[in-house]
């Protein structure tokens, strides 16, 4: 797949990476390793690594688990930690085509049931007394990133990552998403155009790395060459001197953490960093953040919709976020949204059902479809909390 702009000759390196790997998360990686591989990817609490940097490691760390703690067996693999052995873990657990189910450190309890009871838990702090399979501190990935992994043997391409979530009434349910798909390449594609992220972008994502939002900004930065910078769990003040420090141009963040940040702004006096782009999401959306981030960064801002199974499925763009502040957006390329009971793609109000990512799910979440643009009308029934 072609991103506008994308040269010929990272559009065959994509291609290449995708007959090996296929439509996976691990494809994006090679790719990246190949077409920007001196290029800053990846800042992660004071981390950071080049694409080459990453690969290398997410490869190395691969090969040190398939001898050691999986003992040659293709198990699933829980990744319960935080920080940069989060990412390689991840990466590491695709590239030996396994199962792998990101999870907050600190709902780890919460999902326990989620967690297959034999796989391979890499933990932060004490291991659960609740899992019996194998577990691994997270530490030992840091360590095992030097390894040299480039030895190692081919694996299947068919990369399952596995999302818990939990429903308004308490019941935690996993979502098994498979590969990204031709469907997810377009997605992100979708999300690429809309967003206008270039390779010459640096992306501050407020989401955990762990969250549907911070792994699909992964893809992103892995397809585009942008640099993807984690600020998850970090002060409003810490964040605007990230922006400023790391010339952040894109920022993607929820309403509360983008309320926080402009009063920071507020109290302080100091001047708003400069932003070329801001994706809003995870949060119901209040028309009078808009306007108060249209009148500290201009008309820039991005609002964007989906579910843990999906991933994103409609986007605004900031002329149809001026027209109308409140709205989700249209469709983005492979999704689709329409609401419970009513056929066809007139305008329409009730229960939502959502499509994207090879998966289609009736949301909890009542709307109104008014000339094709998604919004929102009443309190998102699981919105993000994380700070």
């Not at 007959?19 to 800042?43: K, M, P, Y």
């Not at 760390?61 to 873990?89: D, Q, W």
């Not at 796989?119 to 932060?124: C, F, K, S």
């Not at 302080?268 to 808009?290: M, N």
């Amino acid at each position: 797949m072609r991103l506008r702009g994308m040269p010929p000759s990272h559009t065959r390196s994509l291609l290449r990476s995708v007959r090996s790997h296929g439509f996976t998360i691990t494809a994006l990686a090679s790719h990246a390793a190949e077409v920007r591989r001196d290029q800053v990817g990846l800042v992660v609490d004071g981390w950071s690594a080049t694409f080459g940097e990453l690969w290398e490691a997410a490869e190395g760390v691969a090969a040190v688990l398939y001898v050691g703690p999986l003992e040659r067996r293709p198990l699933p693999v829980a990744i319960a930690c935080s920080g940069p052995a989060m990412p390689i873990a991840l990466l590491a657990a695709a590239r030996l085509g396994l199962d792998a189910m990101p999870i907050s450190p600190r709902s780890l309890d919460d999902h326990r049931s989620a967690v297959p009871s034999d796989a391979l838990l890499i933990h932060d702090g004490e291991a659960p007394a609740w899992h019996r399979g194998p577990t691994l501190d997270a530490a030992r990935i840091l360590e095992w990133t030097r390894t040299d992994g480039s030895g190692l043997a081919a694996t299947r391409s068919r990369v399952r990552i596995l999302l818990p979530a939990v429903s308004s009434a308490g019941t935690v349910t996993t979502h098994v998403q498979g590969a990204l798909g031709l469907q997810g390449l377009r997605q992100l594609a979708g999300l690429h155009d809309r967003l206008g992220v270039e390779s010459t972008d640096v992306l501050l994502t407020c989401a955990p790395l762990q969250r549907g939002k911070g792994l699909q900004l992964l893809g992103m930065s892995l397809l585009t060459g942008a640099t993807l910078v984690s600020a998850a769990h970090t002060a409003s003040a810490d964040r605007i001197r990230i922006i400023r420090d790391r010339f952040v141009s894109v920022l993607s963040a929820s309403p509360s953490q983008l309320a926080g940040m402009l009063d920071h702004l507020e109290r302080s006096g100091e001047p708003a960093p400069r932003l070329r782009r801001i994706l809003v999401a995870g949060q119901d959306l209040d028309a009078d953040l808009v306007r108060r981030l249209h009148s500290v960064w201009g008309p820039i801002v991005l609002t964007a919709y989906g579910t843990v199974q999906t991933g994103t499925v409609a986007v605004a763009t900031p002329e149809v976020l001026s027209s109308h502040p409140g709205t989700s957006g249209r469709r983005l390329p492979g999704s689709d949204f329409g609401i419970v009971g009513h056929a066809g793609r007139g305008d329409a109000h009730g229960l939502l059902w959502v499509r994207g990512a090879h998966a289609t799910v009736i949301t909890e979440d009542r709307a109104r479809i008014t000339d094709g643009r998604l919004t929102i009308v009443g309190p998102l029934t699981k919105p993000d909390t994380s700070d």
